[in-house]
DNA sequence: CTCATGTGAGACGTTCATGTCTCATTGGCT
DNA sequence: AGCCAATGAGACATGAACGTCTCACATGAG
């Protein structure tokens, strides 16, 4: 009975990504809670929504930490990330269709730093030689970010399986849809 | 003076893909003309949307004529889908998050044909053998939408330049991060 | 010139999401 | 048992966006 703050921003995450345009009310029937009480611990849908965000990008950092991004290879950085990212995918697409759904406003400062980690990832790959350096690591972060949220919605709508997810963005996005010849 | 259908229809499109949440003012504003006429012509906001759909399904089609995906190569064939792609893609970008914003709902008919066109090409290439066959079709078309738009949304957000579009995307899909040892 | 069509500006009523408030009820704690 | 804090249900006011309508004006055709 008692409020269960992380209960009610997952369930608000679920729904927001199925349906970006939610009112209030669904949000609170989903996560089974009244109006009044959502509205007495988030003030304002805006509230709700910057939690949303800040839980999303404190699961992001933790990914990325859990990732240790600087160790092996490149390729075996991306692989990691890819893996560690999958489990809050649905919000990152929520918080990423968000992000364009209004102009500018100033971006939150944590989307900075996780921009910054992953070109730097990105960076390292092409200094090493491991990566191509006629894609640029600003461009390759987007495509990362791009290709996560095509996933995930590929697989909220059942047009892909939640099994393949990992194995099917970290391919793509590593080797690309052409066959190669030799390792 | 005279209404022009067109026009108005790209104003649209160009604000809502900045501005998926814009009013029918601003929407008129952008177009020239007043909040009146736009309802004179497109019977509500759904409608003006509905619209839009048609008119990115219709320029989504003519580029898959226009690129002969049947003709050469699959890979040849995914670069000139991707430069044929370009002019609309923050058309599409807009309808695709559209798409993500609503649930089910029944989608356009039209979205049905360029996907079974899209996976149709994308399967070529894997029974030629040039593509890999462990990512399916199916992703290797919601893969494409996706870095479509998160290459859409990098030009409008300045992060990437609109002259290395196509570049970006097409060398991405096709052959990924990693650099080729041989070709 | 005259008239008709189409447009812009603005007012108006409606709908809907939202935020706030009240009040009865519940559940836990002493 | 008794008390307190939190919740749910519902009413209420507010504001925004929308669609419709009216009226004045302009442009083009006859």
């Excluded at 349906?19 to 009044?36: L, M, N, P, Y």
């Excluded at 102009?103 to 996780?114: D, F, L, P, V």
Aim: negative net charge; glycine residues 8%.
């Amino acid at each position: 009975m008692s409020f269960d703050r992380d209960h009610v921003l997952r369930a608000a995450a679920d729904l927001l990504t199925r349906k970006a345009t939610a009112t209030t009310e669904e949000v609170a029937r989903a996560a089974g809670i009244s109006r009044a009480t959502l509205n007495r611990h988030f003030s304002g849908r805006d509230a709700l929504v910057r939690a949303l965000e800040d839980l999303g990008i404190a699961e992001c950092e933790a990914a990325l930490d859990a990732a240790r991004l600087a160790e092996g290879t490149a390729e075996e950085a991306v692989r990691r990330l890819v893996r560690a990212l999958e489990p809050c995918t649905s919000l990152l697409a929520f918080l990423y269709s968000e992000n364009q759904l209004f102009e500018g406003e100033g971006q939150h400062a944590g989307w900075s730093r996780i921009d910054a980690r992953l070109t730097e990832l990105f960076r390292r790959g092409q200094e090493s030689g491991e990566f191509r350096i006629d894609l640029s690591a600003v461009w390759l972060t987007e495509a990362l970010y791009g290709l996560l949220a095509a996933g995930g919605w590929a697989v909220i709508e059942g047009r892909a399986a939640r099994n393949d997810f990992t194995h099917m963005i970290a391919e793509l996005l590593l080797g690309g849809t052409m066959r190669r010849d030799a390792s």
